[in-house]
């Protein structure tokens, strides 16, 4: 079975921040990769998928990327609306145990 | 529209059955790859089980913790998705979501609550 791990599980930062959390797979999947941003008490919320795929009405500050089996999200400038747990997920398969966004 | 809708979720008791079902629009469920996934409350996201489409055998897999006593399937006829959860533990209490992938875009269910208490 593939894994995802993701680094850092806890980053802290401030507005204006560029903000990078890497996924690593533990074979390759061919970019079959979403990624996904969740608060307290909210359903996963879809904004990126096929590795670099910008989810309609997401803020273009947030992309991402593959190279090999190594994905990463990117948020060009860290917004107050941005501080939430992000998840990379294989489609139909596992996640990322998640990366937790604060303010620093 | 893709569109999936979870229905189903409810309070048992330690040791009932459940079965949560994932109305399905927009697409053939036959036709597609399709999971569930749970998350109980204020831990990660897991996939406890997909089946594959049709034409790639339609065989289910599961992960260990739900192996034995949960069981994905579906009804080609109502384009609806099934979870049979038998045994279930206080473990099990989480929100459920049905996930599919149309084309390259995943599609997610607003969930459906599931809590085991006695």
């Known amino acids: 079975d593939v894994q995802l791990t993701q680094s850092p599980s806890t980053l802290s930062a401030s507005v204006g921040d560029r903000v990078t959390i890497t996924c690593r797979a533990s074979q390759s999947i061919s970019n079959w990769l979403a990624w996904y941003q969740q608060k307290p008490g909210k359903a996963p919320k879809l904004l990126i998928y096929?590795?670099?795929i910008l989810e309609s009405g997401v803020p273009s500050r947030f992309s991402g990327s593959a190279s090999g089996t190594e994905f990463t999200l990117t948020i060009s400038s860290l917004q107050p609306d941005d501080f939430a747990t992000y998840y990379c997920h294989k489609y139909q398969g596992t996640f990322g145990p998640g990366t937790k966004v604060e303010i620093k | 529209e893709v569109q999936v809708v979870e229905s189903g979720g409810g309070l048992v008791k330690p040791g009932e059955s459940l079965r949560l079902s994932c109305a399905a629009s927009?697409?053939?469920?036959?036709?597609?790859?399709m999971s569930w996934v749970r998350q109980a409350a204020g831990k990660g996201l897991e996939c406890i089980g997909l089946?594959?489409?049709?034409?790639?055998?339609?065989?289910?897999e599961y992960a260990a913790p739900v192996k034995g006593r949960f069981t994905i399937s579906r009804d080609d006829s109502k384009n609806t998705l099934f979870l049979q959860m038998n045994s279930l533990n206080s473990d099990d209490t989480a929100m459920y979501y049905c996930?599919?992938?149309?084309?390259?875009?995943?599609?997610w269910g607003q969930g459906a609550l599931v809590t085991v208490s006695s």
């Open positions: 996930v599919t992938d149309h084309g390259i875009r995943p599609y």
């Open positions: 927009g697409f053939t469920v036959s036709d597609a790859w």
């Open positions: 089946i594959k489409r049709k034409t790639d055998g339609g065989t289910t």
């Open positions: 096929k590795a670099s």
